[in-house]
């Protein structure tokens, strides 16, 4: 039910060579080390367009690093899905333990969740067309600047025609850009908002067993298999927040420090840039880096915290305490205890995924593109 929801960024996996579900297979590897080993080789070229220019200014160095940055994040968001596949496998399998929408016997709690199931499309489908207008954009790039017939700053090989080394960065753009980066954001995004809406479930479910509660004898099992369930799912969700920072923590804190550098150089090419075409496409690129840590990373994980954080507070409110069965109280301690244990979803292991981290990105962001740009002040 839920595996709909990540059907787009599974299908890009697909054409990447990193589907979690056909781990290591002979055509998946071959796709893989195609991308993987173009991504390298448009960074020889960017390092050699460098190495080659008589006078270098620091617009000479902001336009290389602009093109040595994205392969960089894309090579990152591939190489997670390719190293970490098995941990990708297992998060795709552990969704079917999930609470299902449509077994909610209140009808009220039912639409709810369906209707943020469609949010969750129509937030993916919204990040999805903002990415693929940047992309356009960069890939018309050849065809709309007079002078310019590359996407990536490079050199361009004299044996090789210019017809053929377009045509080579659109489908690379495609392939090993586009589709790492956005195929990573749609995925994550959606697995965490799946997370924190069964938090949600989990603290609805938490609500309606106390209200339903009896003193009676013959309720007394009933009541425990109520209480089991709730503990038993509470515990699952703790451990596969747990395995999703196993899958992405590494890749996360790397994409960060990546995302960091590149946007601050965005925002110099824009700031200095004379050339309308390319200022734009450094505003698109900055503003899409910014929307994608935002809505892809920080808001969901921001969620899934907030999400988790309510469920003590769900236990202890509902005086479950005051309950004579004695599995009730058990269950209640055993829940706030792990409660109140931050849920939180961390980039290297020690870096918090949320709006407040977001804001400080940004921070330093602006703070290091004022410094380039008063360093490039007079040097061009």
């Known amino acids: 039910m839920y595996l709909s929801e990540l059907y787009i960024p599974l299908t890009m996996c697909r054409c990447m060579g990193v589907y979690p579900e056909e781990k290591y297979r002979t055509g998946q590897i071959f796709i893989f080390l195609i991308i ?90 919204m990040y999805n067309f903002w990415a693929s207008a940047t992309s356009v954009a960069f890939m018309l790039k050849p065809f709309l600047l007079k002078g310019d017939n590359s996407i990536f700053t490079t050199v361009s090989p004299a044996w090789i025609p210019s017809g053929v080394m377009t045509f080579y960065e659109e489908i690379l753009f495609a392939f090993g850009v586009y589709g790492p980066i956005v195929g990573m954001d749609l995925f994550t995004l959606a697995l965490l908002l799946l997370t924190r809406m069964q938090f949600n479930m989990l603290n609805q479910e938490i609500q309606c067993v106390f209200q339903n509660m009896t003193n009676s004898e013959e309720n007394v099992e009933e009541t425990n298999e109520k209480i089991k369930k709730i503990v038993d799912h509470h515990n699952f969700l703790l451990d596969y927040v747990n395995r999703i920072n196993n899958a992405i923590s590494e890749g996360m804190f790397l994409y960060i420090v990546t995302i960091l550098l590149s946007m601050c150089v965005e925002m110099y090419i824009a700031s200095v840039q004379k050339s309308v075409m390319i200022a734009i496409q450094a505003m698109m690129y900055a503003s899409n880096g910014l929307l994608q840590y935002c809505i892809c990373y920080c808001l969901p994980a921001q969620s899934v915290t907030d999400e988790a954080e309510l469920t003590a507070n769900y236990v202890y409110f509902n005086n479950w305490n005051e309950h004579p069965l004695p599995s009730i109280k058990v269950a209640q301690i055993m829940i706030i205890a792990r409660a109140q244990q931050k849920t939180l979803i961390l980039a290297g292991g020690f870096i918090k995924l949320d709006l407040e981290t977001y804001l400080k990105t940004l921070k330093t962001m602006i703070s290091y593109a004022m410094f380039i740009r008063t360093m490039g002040i007079g040097q061009d």
Do not use: P
């Not at 000479?60 to 190293?83: G, P």
């Not at 709810?112 to 937030?123: A, D, E, F, G, N």
């Open 36 to 125: 993987f080993i173009s991504q390298w080789i448009i960074i020889y070229l960017a390092i050699l367009h460098l190495i080659y220019k008589d006078h270098i200014t620091i617009s000479d160095i902001t336009n290389a690093l602009e093109t040595l940055f994205l392969i960089f994040h894309a090579m990152i968001k591939l190489s997670m899905f390719f190293v970490k596949e098995s941990e990708f496998h297992d998060l795709l399998e552990r969704i079917n333990y999930f609470w299902k929408v449509n077994d909610l016997e209140d009808e009220v709690e039912r639409k709810k969740h369906q209707k943020y199931l469609k949010l969750i499309k129509i937030r993916s489908s």
